[in-house]
């Protein structure tokens, strides 16, 4: 009988935070632009002060995630900052994040820099975006530029977070910027930042050699809502295809598969040093004649699971376990680069991170090389669309003060941070529901 779910020795435990979403002070981007339109954010907030980083706050967050034993950090660039206007650097902007990256360092906090997360310059978008290909070089050139300034500090990257994310939201569902409904458009979105991804990947790769590159890959579990319906199980394929593998497989072979255009680009091919692994909830998919655009498939979350907040999805720790051993067949390290969950009174954070860590634990005991684990997210954010009405932090925030409290779920992060485990007593404390999930006799 066990008493402990340790990890291995030199695990990152960390968090993960997006530009946008914590500096304030926003550059002129398409976010901070469609923010000002009334109606467009839930709670009527914006992402100014947000966590106020760029005026010097992230010292504090730092400084926490430092007293919580975390030896990794997901953040961001805001490529609006770097490049004002096309072709254009800011010094200024670039000194700032300098500071940012060696306060890391001096903390002996390892960074993850993600390049591109939601949020771009309005000179690209009068351009087209991500539908325009010119976007995949302009890229390119900011990538460059953003390695040889911070190539010093930096050896981890993140190219870009979540593609089928930002296209299904932003180009076919019309929910953010710039609230589009175009299914072809939304593949063209997808095509171009693989391609973004893997020049990226070459130029990273040619100015430092020993690099270690990815992408954050948003998955989600899709599963037959009727186990016995050969159509629920078809339906619930499909979705995984038209949302996962239409992603996931072309930095492994190269090939941009339909509905991204077809052909091959031999930069694709095994374009990633590691994968990164978005996680979050899991849909049950029903066939249905009626949804052609969706591939006959209608989605909705289990009825009767466990959910954080109205309006959000299912809480399935088993997903992540089973993202994890699908992803294991690529022979590459994985890093979860995000998963947390909606909880504004902080009631469900503790249980959440006990069941999926016991499931990314699982998961390496049968052999899946995972070397790290980013919660979403370090400190309450600018949550898109949501604004401030949905709290992903282990630190909460203060919007009148910019006050920081470590939650409850903070105390039990920094706990096994520091202890590189899960054990029978934490557990007693902050959740003794699960003592025989857990640590099952």
């Known amino acids: 009988m066990t008493d402990r779910l340790s990890f291995p020795e030199g695990f990152r435990w960390g968090t993960a935070t997006a530009a946008h979403q914590v500096e304030g002070s926003p550059a002129d981007t398409d976010w901070w632009a469609w923010e000002q339109i009334p109606g467009k954010i839930r709670d009527g907030t914006k992402a100014h002060p947000a966590c106020d980083w760029w005026t010097g706050r992230y010292a504090e967050d730092f400084d926490l995630a430092h007293s919580m034993a975390q030896n990794a950090l997901r953040l961001g660039v805001d490529w609006a900052r770097v490049e004002p206007r096309e072709g254009e650097w800011d010094d200024q902007a670039l000194a700032r994040y300098r500071e940012m990256l060696s306060a890391l360092r001096r903390r002996g906090i390892e960074p993850m820099l993600t390049l ?11 351009k087209g975006g991500w539908t325009n290909d010119v976007a995949v070089r302009c890229f390119e050139r900011f990538a460059t530029k953003v390695v040889e300034t911070f190539g010093d500090l930096v050896d981890l990257w993140c190219t870009i977070n979540e593609p089928n994310v930002y296209a299904a939201y932003s180009y076919l569902l019309g929910m953010w910027p710039p609230e589009k409904h175009d299914l072809f458009g939304a593949f063209r979105v997808m095509r171009h930042q693989l391609m973004a991804h893997a020049i990226a990947y070459q130029s990273i790769h040619r100015l430092q050699p020993e690099a270690r590159v990815g992408l954050a890959q948003h998955l989600r579990v899709f599963d037959g809502f009727k186990p016995d319906s050969a159509l629920d199980r078809w339906a619930a394929q499909m979705q995984d295809r038209l949302f996962n593998e239409v992603v996931l497989s072309p930095p492994v072979d190269g090939l941009l598969r339909f509905p991204l255009g077809g052909g091959e680009v031999a930069e694709l091919a095994d374009s990633q040093d590691w994968i990164g692994l978005n996680y979050y909830s899991r849909d049950m998919v029903s066939f249905d004649i009626t949804q052609p655009g969706m591939l006959f498939g209608r989605r909705f979350s289990m009825p009767g699971a466990d959910f954080s907040m109205e309006g959000w999805g299912e809480i399935y720790p088993e997903g992540l376990y089973r993202l994890l051993k699908r992803l294991q067949r690529y022979g590459k390290p994985i890093y979860i680069t995000e998963t947390g969950v909606p909880d504004n009174d902080d009631s469900k ?19 899946v090389p995972l070397k790290g684990f980013y919660f979403w997210s370090l400190v309450d954010n600018f949550e898109w669309k949501e604004g401030f009405s949905a709290r992903f932090g282990l630190i909460g925030l203060d919007l009148q003060t910019g006050r920081r409290a470590l939650k409850r779920s903070g105390q039990l992060y920094a706990e096994i941070s520091r202890a590189g485990a899960i054990s029978r007593e934490m557990v007693d404390r902050y959740a003794p529901e699960l003592q025989t999930v857990l640590f099952p006799s």
Do not use: C, K, M, N
């Not at 591109?116 to 009068?126: A, D, E, G, Y």
């Not at 954070?349 to 052999?367: D, N």
């Open 349 to 367: 954070r503790p249980r959440f991170l006990f069941t999926h860590l016991a499931a990314a634990h699982r998961a390496l005991s049968e052999g």
């Open 116 to 126: 591109s997360h939601f949020v771009h310059p309005q000179w690209l978008i009068s």
